[in-house]
T-cell receptor, first 114, second 110 residues
Framework: NAGVTQTPKFRILKIGQSMTLQCAQDMNHNYMYWYRQDPGMGLKLIYY???????DKGEVPNGYNVSRSTTEDFPLRLELAAPSQTSVYFC?????????????FGSGTRLTVV | DAKTTQPPSMDCAEGRAANLPCNHS???????VYWYRQIHSQGPQYIIH???NNETNEMASLIITEDRKSSTLILPHATLRDTAVYYCIVRKGTGNQFYFGTGTSLTVIP
């Protein structure tokens, strides 16, 4: 049981390049989330999904896209990378029950756009 | 979801209890109080949550005031490994999202 796995751990992109951050969970969780964390700041929600085929925007979705074709995977796509997207990206998941024991977070992807 | 207010930083001596306060004066009846922590740059880690009653687990205790407008996370015997940023979050039972603020940076001092 690996939990939430994020790849890559580190990446440097040039302005205008694109990339996909991968997130996979093996806990059969319905809900999955993408957050970004800028230095010294709290986490901000980018996108989330309540199940395969269903996604919705969070607080800061501009510049990102997501898809959820399977329960296990929730990739985050960056199109036309900008320096403002330099951040640490965290993926998280949780089961569907109302009184749940919190999210399980991945270890993060540290992205630098130069 | 209700907003929360936490002190930006706190120190605690190793071996002593760390008491981290959180104000959530606009909390509504169906909102839970959650605590997470983030050690260095790792992903946040769930600690504990509660609705009305005080809660305890192997990591910490959560004390919620009777009017539910504030709560305190208690780490009974703080160790150096408890140095982290602690986030207090309130969330509706049916809510899909946590909104993280900037939390309290706890430093455990030898």
């Amino acid at each position: 049981n690996a939990g939430v796995t994020q790849t890559p751990k580190f990446r440097i992109l040039k302005i205008g390049q694109s990339m996909t951050l991968q997130c996979a969970q093996d806990m059969n969780h319905n809900y999955m989330y993408w957050y970004r964390q800028d230095p010294g700041m709290g986490l901000k929600l980018i996108y989330y999904s309540v199940g395969a085929g269903i996604t919705d925007k969070g607080e800061v979705p501009n510049g990102y896209n997501v898809s959820r074709s399977t329960t296990e995977d929730f990739p985050l796509r960056l199109e036309l990378a900008a320096p403002s997207q330099t951040s640490v990206y965290f993926c998280a998941s949780r089961p569907w029950t109302e009184n749940y024991y919190g999210y399980t977070f991945g270890s993060g992807t540290r992205l630098t756009v130069v | 979801d209700a907003k929360t207010t936490q002190p930006p930083s706190m120190d605690c001596a190793e071996g002593r209890a760390a008491n981290l306060p959180c104000n959530h004066s606009t909390i509504s009846g169906n909102e839970y109080v959650y605590w997470y922590r983030q050690i260095h740059s790792q992903g946040p880690q769930y600690i504990i949550h509660g609705l009305k009653n005080n809660e305890t687990n192997e990591m910490a205790s959560l004390i919620i005031t009777e009017d539910r407008k504030s709560s305190t996370l208690i780490l009974p015997h703080a160790t150096l490994r408890d140095t982290a940023v602690y986030y207090c979050i309130v969330r509706k039972g049916t809510g899909n999202q946590f909104y993280f603020g900037t939390g309290t940076s706890l430093t455990v001092i030898p």
